[in-house]
């Protein structure tokens, strides 16, 4: 905030947008190279998405969810479980943000382990290099210190950290039996620098979570909705969770909404009589919002009517053949990590060495400053440079973004 307000300091306001371009206060376009902090999916001002808004905003705008509901959210709901197998992942629980997405799964498994009589499965199993929110509980899971110091010691009793796979056959049976759930990233760790689990990891985990008894929750916050090249990220190891977090993109990347699917089984523990006191009490006020329902649907509708997987599919290969070819031959790029419209590519001081950049010089986040005077607008993790365009990016579009960040480089670290 310091250097926010720093009177030099010229912040860039955001007026107006159209498909993969945002326009400044002063007429400047830039390329939304990371899809609005990774959110917008099929551009900005998409005309399926505001009239489903508007039609909405006609009838109205948002009710109470609590002990009510409306027809964009039964509609959305039943769109979501539809894409999974019948008698999978039966049940929606709406909130607002994916850190929400998050807590809700975090409160209902413990809460499911009380109701079923084994009130000692109470702590979770999450990974070094996480990142799952930033409220109290989900930030607690986090394998990041830069995100979790400043909570240290906020219910880190609670949460088994391990550092990858491989170290779950080292647990003894008295720790795996306080385990309520597991939570992880599938197939790649977003605020750890895109970094991609190994093939298989996603798979190992549920077949060790089923022989153990443990739930497992999947954060795909930031996977889902075609990011990974398939509609969720799970779907490539042919995994089902017992709770699916979803946010982010939900809603085409116009309105805050969240939702945590889940099982027949999870729902089924919480029914009973008021006196028994099963309730999972847990709601927000915009749950369910009318609008944000709206919007989601819109934007789900437009992955069949636009053929839009097909699409993610060949810009994915477009985005490696230029990652490879403008950013690979440049001195300062070490790994260039990719998987889908997703991309990582890391800024190394001595790349044969792996030898970093000082953190304090903040190069990440210098290159992208230079390349927005080359018309991208994107924000780097640390020193790894972040590239998710939009889906309605065109090729044009996406060399552009490329070359951008190309001559970032240059200008900030090899012109020294």
């Known amino acids: 905030m310091q250097d926010w307000c720093a009177p030099e300091h010229e912040p860039i306001v955001i007026t107006s947008a159209r498909a993969a371009t945002l326009r400044d206060s002063r007429g400047r376009e ?5 899809s609005s902090i990774w959110t917008n999916l099929h551009g900005h001002n998409h005309p399926r998405i505001n009239a489903a808004i508007a039609a909405q905003l006609n009838a109205f705008a948002h009710c109470s969810f609590l002990g009510l509901t409306h027809p964009r959210a039964i509609e959305l709901g039943t769109a979501l479980i539809g894409f999974f197998p019948a008698d999978t992942l039966t049940r929606v629980f709406f909130s607002d943000d994916g850190s929400t997405a998050i807590e809700a799964a975090l409160r209902m498994s413990r809460q499911y382990w009380q109701l079923v009589g084994q009130p000692e499965r109470r702590r979770f199993l999450s990974f070094e290099h996480a990142y799952h929110g930033d409220t109290l509980g989900a930030a607690s899971l986090g394998g990041i210190p830069l995100f979790r110091q400043p909570i240290a010691g906020q219910n880190e009793s609670d949460t088994l950290r391990l550092a990858d796979i491989a170290a779950l056959e080292t647990l003894d049976p008295a720790t795996v039996g306080t385990l309520a759930a597991a939570v992880i990233e599938p197939l790649v760790q977003g605020a750890a620098g895109m970094k991609l689990w190994p093939p298989g990891t996603l798979a190992r985990l549920r077949a060790w979570c089923d022989r153990h008894g443990i739930l497992l929750i999947l954060d795909e916050v930031m996977t889902g ?16 969770p017992d709770f699916l977090c979803l946010a982010k993109g939900l809603t085409g990347g116009y309105l805050p909404l969240a939702a945590t699917l889940t099982t027949e089984r999870i729902y089924a ?11 999972f009490f847990y709601g927000h006020s915009y749950t369910a919002n009318a609008l944000g329902c709206a919007a989601a649907l819109a934007s789900l509708a437009l992955f069949c009517d636009e053929d839009t997987l097909t699409r993610i599919q060949i810009l994915s290969r477009n985005l490696s053949t230029l990652l490879q070819a403008r950013l690979a031959p440049l001195p300062p790029v070490g790994e260039i990590r990719q998987i889908g419209l997703i991309a990582g590519i890391d800024l190394l001081a001595d790349p044969a060495t792996k030898r970093p950049f000082p953190w304090q010089a903040q190069t990440g986040a210098r290159v992208c400053h230079a390349a927005r005077a080359h018309g991208l607008l994107t924000r780097p993790i640390r ?20 070359e951008a960040l190309r001559l970032g480089i240059l200008e900030t670290i090899c012109a020294r």
């Open 30 to 34: 830039y390329l939304d190279g990371n």
């Open 225 to 240: 909705f075609g990011r990974t090249g398939t509609m969720f990220a799970c779907e490539q190891e042919n995994v089902l």
């Open 269 to 279: 523990a919480f029914l009973g009589e008021y006196h028994e006191l099963k309730t």
């Open 383 to 402: 020193d790894t440079l972040v590239l998710m365009p939009p889906y309605c990016t065109t090729d044009d579009e996406l060399a552009r973004m490329v």
